[in-house]
């Protein structure tokens, strides 16, 4: 094996890598702020590459009507609940976000001439598209067993991932599609070649962990998502909403997720169920961390895809395996390390 | 046995006849499958664990007799002890790398166990690759070649009746009671249990169940390929278990029977409804296991229940010799030596430099203020919370550092501040796991009932302790049925059923009323009477000073006073500690 091979096979390896860094370090927060194991994680990453597949065919992607429907139930529960607590005033502005926005980017998507829009354009819509979803989930599947065990969430997480699977088949079909690269073409630097849309990836990767690191630093909300993961009963005393805490975690995962389908689908043939593979290669990244390192998890993310790539060359049939194969060391050192009696939770 | 339970097992092996071929097959796999949920039914209603790799353990079952048969011509009896083995090793392996870490870790090693195994299957050369395995042998039992699915219908039924018969039995043991504290952690592990070891023996068993049920199901199908163990399917199997109330044996059953009919169901319509072809009955699970999760935690069972009008009935106290009891220390002799305790939380010192010591047949009380580090001080002598620095001896032996259970099994047992009972057990259930040192028999005894002497004496002895607490009315009621201060009690009677020679009370009197004080005042001075060492924490200056013999008062996590109660009520440091300085 020369030099050329190891180049490619590193190249292979962290552009992967940095895809499964950014869905570990949602996963991360997800986890820290909800106690939710967001299995769906990975859906999101089809929605997104395959929402903008769609728009780019020209064609007002499905996934808008799922917006639009998923918006009604919680528009549904929301008033639901405003008028149990006889807070009527409130209504109309449920409505108008729920059901209002959804509906007019709906309008939108069918009358604008999608497939000849920017590449740019696409994307933001594929975006306003897929990321609401996160925050319609988490209201309805989530927030109403918000105060149960890990065990009863993550159970939940199992379910919405199926739903999410056979969703995903009935609007987009059991083919896979790839879109076009951001820029085609590659960069060649004495005897090494990169592939421009893995620049693009790692450099997005990076730019989007500073992004999400100024946000927890610099920003009221950051600072309230923080405090929420650290105690919850806490955070509520000091009047941060932890419904609120919950959406907005939901939204950031929505967004780090479609944000990494519309990544890789110029490189990888994306399926509706590619993503799950995807989203449970960036939780061996979060579980290395401990599910609570943001830094360790990103490593262990970018050493599962180097690991990854490797494994297809020598042993591609197994390269699954190998992959999940990693988090046993991980869990003997973790297990070995460990002291504590696991306490209950009420 | 119930009435109910023969109904349905006569209803099962006479109708099977009158069934047509296509009704057979249904209730063969839902047999398969419901065995498979009983499992998660154990891991998750009982253990508060989960695993969504039990098809995996199911395609352990199923290749193992799959390519053992057809390879190397072993009979199918051979191929399950060595499926059932390699099951036993896997889950032994998986459980010691994630069962010590917190609850979800477990889950998220069986999906990637999961996932790992299906790919493994597809990719070996030996075991067929992804087109499978054909061509095995039916079981022949008792010369009778199992060949037809209505033969195989009686293993099937069969196994599964024997296996939901056993797990009741076993659930009501000592080992049940085990098993059925396990999310009470630091609870069960005072009272001696190891937790580790029961969550390690729920997966072994749910493991177990998944193996058979792969075994009889590639006998059934003569064929195997990998798709019925993936990891879709796990989930499909902890779908079934949710559904049908993972509370309770029967919601495996009735799980299985209706995600199988409507899987069936689904299978046909939905595809000619939607206009497309793909298995999208997974869409109707989602929002069904959700709307299940959100409305009815427990599942339909307890719901079908509800139909049937249930008589209650209580359990009755049957005479048996008592258990053998532990020889107390010498009176006067000191049973707990703290020496110079320091436990630090990072940068917060809750006890520091803290002394203090307990004689046999003595009642020492720890007082002072709230927030003085009284509560520490008892985990730390308990074990629960290891102290930073200094010395305990217990006993005489050095014990800090030793875990809970092992205080336990010396001789120490304890009450918690905050009730730490198990609210859905009776009240005699919850007293019995204070025994839970005191028998010896295993779970598998215990599923095949050889068991019930000893059962008859630990019941008998939590008996005996309720009565010395004054709750021998309240034996069957559940123990989250009762008022606080009586919960307390429990706690007591729990802790006694445990045959201490030092007994730990964290506020004992907390919640009583005046006459149920006296009768705990009472009891606590029969109980230093007979020799044992008592030390206890409590607010009620009014109890404390009529009943302890010596007072050790804390403030601010150190040492303030000691000495009897007439000489401590005087000592200025402690009324200014108390009533607040003059300044």
Not at chain 2, 208 to 232: E, K
Request: net charge neutral; charged share 15%.
């Amino acid at each position: 094996m020369d030099f050329q091979i190891h180049l490619l096979l590193i190249q292979d390896g962290v552009t992967n890598g940095a895809i499964y860094a950014l869905l570990s370090l949602a996963l991360v927060l997800v986890f820290a702020v909800t106690r939710v194991i967001f299995i769906p994680q990975g859906e999101f990453v089809a929605y997104g590459a395959l929402t903008l597949a769609a728009i780019q065919a020209g064609k007002a992607p499905p996934t808008v009507w799922f917006l639009v429907a998923l918006g009604a139930a919680a528009a549904g529960a929301d008033i639901w609940q405003a008028v149990r607590e006889s807070r009527g005033s409130r209504i109309p502005a449920i409505l108008g976000i729920n059901l209002g926005l959804p509906l007019a980017l709906a309008g939108i998507l069918q009358v604008a001439p999608l497939a000849t829009l920017p590449l740019v354009v696409q994307v933001i819509l594929t975006l306003l598209v897929v990321v609401p979803l996160g925050p319609m989930i988490y209201r309805l599947a989530y927030q109403p067993v918000a105060e149960a065990t890990v065990l009863l969430l993550l159970i939940v997480s199992v379910a919405v991932h199926l739903a999410l699977l056979g969703l995903g088949l009935f609007f987009f079909g059991a083919e896979g599609t790839r879109t076009p690269s951001f820029t085609d073409g590659s960069l060649s630097i004495g005897p090494a070649t990169f592939q421009y849309q893995s620049l693009w990836i790692i450099g997005i990767t990076v730019l989007l962990i500073v992004g999400l690191f100024a946000f927890f630093e610099r920003t009221l909300y950051g600072k309230a998502l923080r405090a929420t993961a650290i105690n919850r009963t806490g955070a509520k005393l000091m009047g941060i909403s932890t419904d609120m805490a919950g959406k907005l975690s939901f939204a950031l995962a929505a967004l780090v997720g479609a944000f990494s389908g519309v990544l890789v689908s110029p490189v990888t043939t994306i399926y509706y169920d590619t993503g799950f593979l995807m989203g449970l290669k960036g939780f061996v990244g979060a579980i290395i961390g401990g599910l609570a390192s943001y830094p360790i998890a990103s490593l262990g993310a970018v050493m599962v895809g180097l690991l990854e790539s490797y494994s297809s060359f020598w042993a591609s049939a197994y390269k699954e395996v190998i992959v999940f194969t990693l988090i046993i060391p991980v869990l003997v050192w973790r297990s070995l390390t460990t002291h504590h009696v696991e306490e209950e939770e009420h | 046995m119930n009435r109910f339970f023969l109904g349905f097992v006569a209803l099962l092996v006479l109708g099977q006849p009158l069934l047509p071929e296509f009704t057979v097959t249904l209730l063969n796999y839902i047999g398969l499958y419901a065995l498979v949920a009983l499992g998660l039914v154990l891991l998750t209603g009982i253990g508060g664990l989960t695993s969504f790799g039990q098809a995996a353990f199911v395609g352990v079952g199923a290749y193992a007799t799959a390519y053992l048969t057809t390879v190397h011509g072993v009979s199918p009896w051979g191929t399950l002890i060595v499926g059932m083995a390699v099951t036993t090793g896997i889950s032994l392996f998986l459980g010691f790398i994630t069962l010590r870490l917190s609850g979800h870790f477990l889950p998220l090693g069986t999906i990637a166990w999961g996932i790992s195994l299906y790919f493994l299957f597809g990719n070996l050369e030996p075991l067929g690759g992804h087109t499978g395995v054909a061509g095995i042998p039916p079981i022949n039992l008792f010369g009778i070649e199992l060949k037809s699915g209505r033969t195989l219908y009686y293993l099937i039924w069969a196994v599964l009746l024997s296996a939901i018969v056993t797990t009741q039995h076993m659930l009501d043991s000592r080992e049940g009671r085990a098993m059925r504290s396990l999310r009470s952690a630091t609870m069960s592990e005072a009272m001696g249990i190891n937790t580790t070891w029961y969550k390690m023996v729920i997966f072994m068993m749910a493991a177990q169940f998944a193996c058979v049920s792969g075994w009889m199901y590639a006998h059934l199908q003569r064929f195997v390929n990998p798709t019925p163990f993936g990891l879709h399917i796990g989930i499909e199997y902890l779908f079934m278990a949710v559904v049908g109330g993972v509370a309770n044996v029967w919601g495996a059953v009735l799980g299985a029977t209706l995600v199988t009919l409507l899987k069936q169901w689904l299978q046909d319509w939905l595809p000619a409804l939607l206009g497309k072809a793909g298995n999208f009955e997974v869409v109707v699970f989602g929002l069904m296991m959700i709307y299940v999760l959100h409305r009815a935690r427990e599942g339909l069972w307890p719901i079908l229940l509800r139909l049937i009008p249930q008589k209650r009935q209580g359990r009755v106290i049957e005479a048996a010799e008592p258990l053998p009891r532990r020889s107390m220390p010498e009176a006067g002799s000191i049973v707990l030596d703290v020496q110079k305790v320091t436990k630090r939380f990072g940068g917060l010192v809750a006890n520091n430099n803290m002394s203090l010591h307990v004689k046999a047949g003595e009642i020492l009380a720890l007082i002072g203020p709230n927030g003085a580090g009284k509560s520490t001080m008892f985990n730390c002598i308990s074990g629960v919370n290891p102290p930073t620095q200094g010395e305990i001896r217990f006993l005489g032996d050095r014990v800090e550092g030793t875990e809970s259970r092992e205080i336990a099994r010396r001789g120490m047992s304890r009450t918690f501040q905050h009730v730490r009972l198990n609210a859905t057990m009776s009240v005699l259930e919850n007293v019995a796991i204070g025994a839970h040192l005191r028998g010896h028999k295993n779970f598998i005894q215990s599923a095949w009932r050889m068991d019930r002497t000893e059962e008859r004496r630990i019941l008998g002895e939590a008996a005996r302790q309720l009565e010395r607490c004054g709750l021998s009315e309240h034996l069957n009621d559940t123990a989250g049925s009762l008022a606080l201060g009586k919960q307390r009690l429990v706690e007591i009677a729990r802790a006694l059923c445990a045959d201490p020679c030092l007994l730990l009370l964290d506020e004992p009197a907390a919640g009583l009323r005046h006459l149920e004080k006296q009768a705990l005042a009472d009891l606590l001075r029969k109980l230093r009477a007979e020799g044992m060492a008592i030390l206890l924490v409590e607010h009620d200056m009014d109890f404390v000073m009529g009943l302890a013999d010596r007072v050790t008062v804390m403030e601010f996590g150190e040492f303030l006073a000691e000495g009897p109660p007439e000489e401590v009520q005087r000592n200025p440091k402690v009324l200014e500690a108390y009533l607040g300085g003059v300044e």
